[in-house]
C-alpha cells in the first residue's frame, strides 16, 4: 500500500502541477488541456467497449457513440465553468479531487464492509471517506473568500452532491473495466493506471457542478 500510495502521490502532483498551470494561464491552455484528457479518455474507454462488446457491433458503436457526445458536454462544461471564473473551476476540480482521495485513504485505511459487487475494493468506509474530503475545500474558499455562514452551507452542500456524482462516475467506469476483465483503462500514469482511471471522478462530478451552479 505504502508504495502504491507514494506512486499516486508523486503523479498527483505532476498531474496537479500541469492542471494549474493550464487553469491560471490562458482559457486556451485550460481547453486544450480538457481536450487532449477526453481524446485519451475516449481511446481507453473504446479499449473497454471493443472488449466487452466484442461481437455486438450495433451495441458497441452505439456506446462509443454516447461516450463521444458526453465527453462533448465535458469539454463544454469544463469550458463555460472556465468562464465563470478559474477559481471557481479550481473550487468543483478541488471537490472532486478530494473527494477521490478520501475515499482511497479512508478505504485503505479503515476497511471494512463492501460498498458494492461492483468494486470489491470500494467500502462503506471509503465512501463516507469521500464525502468527507469533499467538504474540505468548503474551508479552504472559505478562508479564500471569506464567505458567511449560508454561502458556506449551500457549498457544503453542492460538495456533497458533487462527491456523490464522483462515486458513481467511479463505480460505473469499475463497472465497466470488471465486465472487460482488466485492472486499469491504461497504464500511462504510474500508480493510477489510465488517464480515465484518474479523472472518473471529474469527468462526471464537474459537469453535474456546472449544472447544479446554473439552477442554483
Excluded at 508523486?10 to 502541477?17: E, H, Q, R, V
Excluded at 477526453?38 to 455486438?56: G, P, Q
Excluded at 462509443?64 to 468562464?83: T, V
Excluded at 471494512?112 to 462503506?124: A, D, E, F, Q, R
Amino acid at each position: 500500500m505504502i508504495n502504491n500510495l507514494s506512486k499516486r502521490i508523486f503523479t498527483s502532483f505532476i498531474l496537479s502541477t500541469i492542471l494549474l498551470m493550464c487553469l491560471f494561464y490562458h482559457k486556451y491552455a485550460w481547453l486544450s488541456l480538457v481536450i487532449i484528457a477526453s481524446v485519451i479518455c475516449f481511446f481507453e474507454f473504446t479499449k473497454l467497449a471493443n472488449e466487452i462488446w466484442k461481437k455486438k457491433e450495433f451495441t458497441k458503436n452505439f456506446i462509443k457513440l454516447i461516450c463521444f457526445f458526453y465527453l462533448l458536454l465535458f469539454i463544454y462544461s469544463s469550458n463555460e465553468l472556465y468562464k465563470e471564473g478559474a477559481a471557481l473551476t479550481l473550487f468543483i476540480l478541488l471537490v472532486c479531487i478530494f473527494s477521490d482521495i478520501g475515499g482511497y485513504i479512508v478505504g485503505k485505511t479503515i476497511g471494512g464492509k463492501k460498498l458494492t459487487k461492483i468494486s470489491p475494493n470500494k467500502t462503506i468506509s471509503g465512501s463516507i471517506g469521500s464525502f468527507l474530503f469533499s467538504i474540505i475545500p468548503v474551508f479552504l474558499y472559505n478562508f479564500y473568500d471569506g464567505s458567511e455562514y449560508p454561502i458556506i452551507f449551500w457549498l457544503v452542500l453542492l460538495s456533497l452532491q458533487i462527491s456523490l456524482i464522483c462515486q458513481i462516475g467511479d463505480l460505473l467506469i469499475s463497472y465497466f473495466k470488471r465486465k472487460a476483465k482488466v485492472k486499469d483503462t491504461g497504464s500511462i500514469l504510474p500508480g493510477h493506471g489510465g488517464i480515465l482511471d484518474r479523472i472518473d471522478g471529474i469527468v462526471f462530478g464537474l459537469p453535474f457542478g456546472f449544472l447544479l451552479l446554473l439552477i442554483r
